[in-house]
């Protein structure tokens, strides 16, 4: 791993529904979207299920689980996602 | 129609970061009394941009009742303080209906009134945290990823 890669990113994931604080975390730059979601889903103790799912959103747009947070942040230190709650149906 | 002092207190506590989170997104938030004479400060007026089309601009009327323990009547007015009753004002996104003058989603008044059964479970109208915040983002990231076009 070169030493680019090794540097590690501070993520921050909001959530205005929760009783807890953002989640926050030290990760690296491969660590991807989908990685990023579970551990904040667990931070807030929510869950998927049929009514609704649960994504990122960064900059406004959801991403997709495989993305890789080095490419959101690019030359940053630090990337912030917010965590939605999609409803499956209206 | 007017809110308790409890729920003008805490809208007070939580509309500075809501009115942060739509500057950030290039739109607005002013609260109804503070636009003119004879407002109501349970309503507020949300202007929303939708990230495909920066010129476009929806304004939302978002009125409470009880905060945070209660969710909002949400219409879109072709002003602020303008009509409520006409369908170009709304976007088209999914559970958006311009036809009906209402949002079908458990964000707002009219999603629970037209699914009684959201107020159960998973859907139910969330108290904790910052709910205004919530529907305002909700809302957002829907323009940014679901707009299609105006309605006629």
């Known amino acids: 791993m070169s030493e680019a890669e090794e540097r590690k990113i501070h993520v921050r994931v909001s959530f205005p529904i929760s009783k807890k604080g953002a989640y926050e975390?030290?990760?690296?730059?491969?660590?991807?979207?989908?990685?990023?979601?579970?551990?904040?889903?667990?931070?807030?103790?929510?869950?998927?299920?049929?009514?609704?799912?649960y994504v990122l959103a960064f900059d406004g747009h959801e991403q997709a689980g495989s993305v890789e947070i080095g490419s959101l942040?690019?030359?940053?230190?630090?990337?912030?996602?917010?965590?939605?709650?999609?409803?499956?149906?209206g | 129609m007017s809110i308790d002092e409890e729920s003008a207190l805490n809208l007070e506590a939580d509309e500075d970061a809501v009115l942060t989170f739509m500057k950030e997104n290039d739109g607005d938030l002013v609260r109804d009394d503070r636009v003119g004479d004879g407002g109501e400060r349970s309503v507020y007026w949300a202007t929303f941009r939708p990230r495909s089309v920066p010129k476009e601009r929806f304004i939302a009327r978002i009125e409470w009742f009880a905060y945070p323990y209660q969710e909002p009547s949400i219409k879109f007015a072709d002003a602020i303080?303008?009509?409520?009753?006409?369908?170009?004002?709304?976007?088209?996104?999914?559970?958006?209906?311009?036809?009906s003058l209402d949002i079908c989603e458990p964000i707002c008044r009219e999603g629970f009134n037209t699914h009684p059964e959201w107020r159960q479970g998973s859907t139910a109208w969330p108290t904790d945290g910052n709910p205004f915040l919530w529907v305002v983002q909700t809302m957002q990231f829907q323009f940014d990823n679901d707009y299609q076009a105006r309605s006629a």
């Not at chain 1, 975390?25 to 799912?53: G, I, N, P």
């Not at chain 1, 690019?74 to 965590?83: A, I, P, R, S």
């Not at chain 2, 303080?81 to 369908?87: D, F, I, K, W």
């Open chain 1, 25 to 53: 975390a030290e990760d690296h730059r491969k660590t991807t979207v989908s990685t990023v979601l579970a551990a904040a889903m667990k931070h807030f103790e929510v869950q998927d299920d049929s009514q609704f799912t």
């Open chain 2, 81 to 99: 303080r303008g009509s409520l009753m006409v369908t170009s004002a709304w976007p088209m996104m999914p559970g958006y209906r311009p036809g």
């Open chain 1, 73 to 89: 942040a690019g030359e940053h230190d630090k990337v912030h996602f917010t965590l939605v709650k999609k409803i499956t149906q």
